[in-house]
């Protein structure tokens, strides 16, 4: 049996509050794919205002950020350096910045951050397989 397809518009979808504490600043977040709709895929879409990003943090699974609006910027890890058994130095020197229609893919299990630009709004739609998120801070 196929499975139903659903049509919604993201004006529809309400905000997540669950995930606010993973981002620094004013942030929205519109889960569009849900587990009821996919188990296959998740798709965000994420509203940065003024600077806001998310906190430091990688995924099991590849990411893809698509910028939507806005002034955008991704940081991620270049290099991680262990110092002792327990603990870790992660260098954060590779930036990418987007704007509207710009699109990167996230490797999974690299460090990274993204959001806005400082003094500048974005979003972006993020498109991943689901699998679990580690968050540093």
Aim: negative net charge; charged residues 25%.
């Amino acid at each position: 049996m196929l499975a139903a397809m659903q049509k919604m518009n993201i004006k529809d979808v309400t905000p997540d509050q669950s995930m606010l504490k993973y981002f620094d600043g004013r942030v929205e977040i519109r889960k569009m794919i849900t587990d009821a709709t996919s188990k296959e895929v998740e798709t965000y879409l994420v509203t940065f205002e003024d600077g806001a990003r998310t906190k430091l943090h990688y995924h099991e699974t590849d990411q893809v950020l698509l910028a939507t609006e806005g002034d955008g910027i991704v940081v991620l890890q270049t290099k991680v350096e262990m110092t002792d058994e327990n603990t870790a130095k992660v260098r954060l020197d590779e930036v990418h910045h987007l704007s509207q229609g710009d699109f990167v893919c996230v490797p999974a299990y690299v460090w990274h951050w993204h959001g806005a630009v400082k003094g500048k709004n974005f979003a972006h739609i993020q498109i991943k397989k689901p699998g679990r998120t580690v968050w540093f801070e």
